[in-house]
């Protein structure tokens, strides 16, 4: 008896113990040997009484008798019971009755001992009652351990019973935007298209669903494709492993590696796609901002090489496009180029609008429904480089001898040349020199440009080639190039002006 007095004290500080009682004489006694073992201990003398002592103080062991005025003994354990199921319960009573005890089991009453109860009998019942509360507790605490850890790890864990997810973690939540599996079917009813199609990558395919295909190949990891509520595609690790107790039953973990940009390496296409779309999010969200703080983008444009810039207002973003409102310059300019580039201070780069779907005029807008960062900058052109007029002439040597064909300038700038030819001598290549020559008129004179350029690039065309040569003027062409790329502004200005767009279907014209 004394070992199990010390292990009551050593288990039970933090559970009390409540002894109801009518009998004052018996009460004291037994309230005396509890304050041996037990640091809160608390007396009541009849049911009312001892119920309203364990809403205040809620200790985990209730000692009661059964016949007591007002509530009885099994009354009140009936109300304690439906606040606190866990609560032990310990009947003492004078009656040795069957229908008494077999309401005690009924009520789920840990122990029942005759009245009066001898010291080492209620000891050894409360000894064993500290134990499986501390018993409970622990598991409790080791199951709430477990539940955080199944919740709360980076991994998607979900429980699938015939092809049906019946049980997920908060990761899970959390990747679909979701407050549990009910919401998330309401959402996506067909789970068989929830990965994605990326090569080499576990997908539901006309001859088997990635369920089936996983279930075959239980323990294999699976490289998987799924989109969260953000819209973001992700790259994660499959692996599904069965439940042995349970036939039909499984678990699916799924483990983000999107960090480690391993996509493109499987699939480039699809990756730029999907970083495309990542691109469009992330503007779209940008533009939002500039947009509810009442700011202003930029729009820049060319014409042959003129930039055009003009500050335009977003007056609608809705369902994957955008609406701009801009000044008619900006509006012709489109109209005619099908191109454009926004800026604007929040950007982290330019952004290309890859597909103008319509302009009003009238309203002066124009909707987008296409966009994506642009690697470079609009601004970071340091040249002027202009389409020059007709009236040019260009000349291309290799090796001393002239291309065959006819070469033209596509356009031109104090350091380099957009070249057009139709016939490509065998030896061109990147970095290759070739001699330059182009002809152009500035103010009624012939100006002539002759010099060794650095093929920097080259574009193969259906029916022709592009090149861009690198080169280094001397001072007499450097200074006759920056007349005449000045000149070429102003004309082309004036071109720009007399442009009449109005005898095209510029209302609602779609691109």
């Known amino acids: 008896m004394k070992d199990m007095i010390e292990t009551i004290k050593t288990l039970s500080n933090n559970i009390g113990v409540l002894y109801v009682e009518d009998n004052l004489g018996l009460s004291k006694n037994v309230e005396t040997l509890l304050l041996r073992v037990f640091k809160s201990v608390y007396i009541a003398n009849d049911g009312e009484e001892g119920y309203n002592q364990f809403l205040k103080n809620r200790p985990k062991i209730v000692i009661t008798d059964i016949n007591m005025p007002g ?4 009354e009140m354990v009936k109300k304690i019971k439906e606040a606190e199921p866990d609560c032990k319960i310990i009947i003492l009573s004078a009656y040795d009755e069957k229908s008494h005890l077999h309401t005690a089991i009924n009520l789920g009453v840990f122990s029942y001992l005759n009245k009066p109860a001898k010291a080492p009998e209620l000891i050894s019942t409360l000894h064993d009652a500290v134990l499986s509360i501390h018993k409970e507790d622990n598991s409790r605490i080791f199951l709430t351990q477990l ?5 709360y790890q980076n991994n998607i864990v979900i429980m699938m019973r015939k092809n049906k997810f019946v049980l997920v973690n908060q990761r899970f939540n959390e990747f679909f935007g979701v407050e549990n599996i009910d919401e998330f079917y309401e959402k996506y009813s067909d789970i068989n298209k929830l990965l994605l199609e990326h090569k080499e990558f576990l997908h539901t395919t006309p001859s088997s669903t990635w369920i089936n295909t996983a279930i075959q190949n239980q323990g294999k990891l699976y490289h998987t494709k799924m989109q969260n509520s953000k819209g973001e595609k992700r790259h994660l690790i499959l692996k599904l492993r069965n439940i042995p107790e349970k036939e039909g039953h499984y678990i699916l973990s799924f483990d983000d590696v999107t960090e480690l940009n391993l996509m493109s390496l499987f699939d480039s296409n699809a990756a730029r796609d999907d970083e495309s779309a990542k691109d ?16 202003e983008v930029k729009i820049h444009n060319f014409y042959k090489g003129l ?8 007056t609608e973003i809705n369902e994957g496009k955008f609406t701009l409102k801009t000044v008619n310059t900006q509006l012709k300019i489109v109209q005619i180029t099908r191109f454009m580039t926004i800026t604007s ?7 290309l609008c890859k597909s103008v779907k319509s302009i009003d005029s009238d309203n002066q807008i124009i909707v987008i429904d296409d966009v994506s960062f642009l690697s470079r900058s609009a601004a970071d052109r340091k040249y002027t480089r202009l389409e020059p007029d007709a009236d040019h002439g260009c000349a291309l040597y290799f090796k001393n001898i002239k291309f065959p064909g006819e070469s033209t300038v596509v356009d031109i700038s104090e350091v380099s040349a957009k070249l057009k030819t139709n016939a490509l001598p065998a ?9 330059v020559v182009i002809s152009l008129k500035l103010k009624g004179r012939l100006i002539t440009l002759s010099t060794l350029g650095s093929v920097y690039r080259i574009e193969e065309n259906k029916r022709d080639y592009n090149i861009v040569v690198l080169y280094e003027l001397s001072q007499n062409n450097l200074n006759d190039i920056k007349a005449y790329l000045s000149n070429r502004q102003i004309e082309l200005i004036r071109e720009f002006k007399s442009i009449d767009v109005n005898s095209q279907p510029t209302n609602n014209y779609s691109i």
Request: proline share 4%; charged share 20%; hydrophobic share 50%.
């Open 345 to 351: 201070e929040i950007f982290p780069k330019d952004v």
């Open 307 to 314: 930039t055009i810039v003009n500050p335009a207002v977003i």
């Open 71 to 74: 509530m009885n003994g099994f």
């Open 427 to 435: 030896g061109i290549e990147i970095g290759i020199k070739i001699k």
């Open 147 to 151: 539940q955080n850890i199944f919740n």
């Open 280 to 295: 469009k999010m992330a503007i779209l969200t940008l533009l939002q901002v500039v947009k509810d703080n009442s700011s």
